[in-house]
């Protein structure tokens, strides 16, 4: 662990040594088309980072330093390959905002919307894609959200 301007910082990650709690509400999803196990995986995924990569210590309180909430916004699907006058590749778009409340510094507060597109085979169906690409949407969107929140660049 080394002391850069008063904070400490390991991995990119920059948390003021004043901030010790860190409260990460569910993800809730508001997406026309609802993946029922997106928001319960993503919320969970992200718990996990923080535990395993902060010092923060997750409560449920009011008086968290850090407060995460975000709601799942774009779950949508597009063509993006055609081959042979056909479908050959399909996106599928997630799109979260997520709100960030320092309540030690509120000058740090922010929202900020994060998109990530996940391409498959255009012979699969949604569900099928889902459960093929689940893992790394889950991983790929919770680490984009703790980067967005935990690493200054």
Wanted: charged share 25%.
């Amino acid at each position: 662990m080394a002391l850069f301007s008063g904070c400490y910082s390991f991995k990119d990650i920059s948390i003021p040594p004043e901030v010790k709690t860190a409260r990460i509400n569910y993800f809730e999803n508001k997406a026309r088309y609802v993946n029922p196990i997106l928001s319960p995986q993503l919320t969970d995924k992200l718990r996990q980072k923080v535990v395993s990569q902060t010092k923060l210590t997750q409560i449920q309180g009011d008086d968290a330093h850090y407060e995460i909430s975000g709601t799942i916004t774009d779950y949508s699907l597009t063509t993006v390959g055609i081959a042979n006058q056909q479908s050959a590749s399909n996106r599928l778009n997630v799109s979260v905002h997520i709100i960030f409340k320092n309540r030690l510094d509120e000058k740090k507060d922010f929202e900020a919307d994060i998109t990530r597109n996940f391409d498959f085979n255009a012979n699969l169906s949604l569900q099928q894609a889902e459960q093929q690409l689940n893992e790394t949407m889950i991983r790929n969107l919770a680490d984009e959200i703790f980067n967005r929140i935990f690493s200054n660049w």
